[in-house]
């Protein structure tokens, strides 16, 4: 059965710091590793890395894929409270239906402190 | 990416009554799929709507208790049956696409079972 496990489940930082998300994981047919951003209901999508090494980069978010030791990380530097929210890593895998479907973490809950 | 729109946007039911969610993209997709969401949970992936196939579930999810519906490519909808407090959950619909063929997802129905 596909995992994902992320941690910490939870995070309390001051605007300012820089955050560091994880996220391992055990998947056959691993296709893709993607991150959301959750604030109340409906994720929205940050990142998708196929590859090992090659950092993905989006302002003051970036992260980056280990396919070797199965594991990512997403940085957030100089947090802002705006960046409270949870936080979701997924794995694609094959599915019951043939197509490619992602497997969810139960994330990380950051909240950033003025 | 895909504009998504879901109705209700919130629900209180009575147990033994069912809910029927709708939704709504703005462009035709291939295939749409539908989430749950419980408490504190990660999302689970409830069944791939194919339009003009039968959906496929995901294990420990049954056409009976949750039929979907796909009469074109741009609708969907999802009926929470014979409901009881244990399906009180975010009900999230999404669709893959954009540059990376990754996934959209609706703003979501917030469902409590009294």
């Known amino acids: 059965e596909d995992k994902v496990v992320q941690s910490p489940l939870s995070l309390v930082v001051h605007e300012g710091d820089t955050v560091t998300l994880n996220c391992s994981y055990e998947v056959t047919n691993f296709r893709s590793l993607l991150w959301y951003k959750q604030e109340k209901k409906a994720p929205t999508f940050l990142f998708m890395l196929?590859?090992?090494?090659i950092e993905k980069k989006s302002g003051r978010l970036s992260s980056i894929l280990d396919k070797k030791e199965l594991f990512s990380i997403l940085n957030i530097t100089a947090t802002q409270t705006g960046d409270s929210a949870v936080y979701l890593c997924?794995?694609?895998?094959?599915?019951?239906?043939?197509?490619?479907?992602?497997?969810f973490g139960r994330g990380t809950s950051l909240i950033v402190h003025p | 990416s895909a504009v998504i729109s879901q109705k209700p946007s919130r629900d209180i039911c009575q147990r033994g009554t069912s809910l029927t969610i709708q939704c709504q993209v703005d462009?035709?997709?291939?295939?749409m799929f539908w989430y749950r969401q419980q408490p504190g949970q990660s999302l689970t992936l409830i069944a791939t709507?194919?339009?003009?196939?039968?959906?496929?579930?995901e294990s420990g999810f049954v056409i009976d208790k949750f039929p979907i519906s796909r009469p074109n490519l741009t609708f969907s909808t999802l009926t929470v049956s014979n409901m009881s407090p244990e399906d009180s959950s975010i009900y999230l619909c999404s669709v893959a696409g954009g540059a990376q063929y990754e996934q959209y997802f609706g703003p979501g129905t917030r469902l409590t079972v009294t």
């Open positions: 709507a194919n339009q003009g196939s039968e959906a496929t579930y």
């Open positions: 196929t590859s090992s090494g």
């Open positions: 997924a794995v694609e895998g094959p599915g019951s239906g043939g197509s490619y479907i992602p497997t």
């Open positions: 462009s035709q997709v291939t295939m």
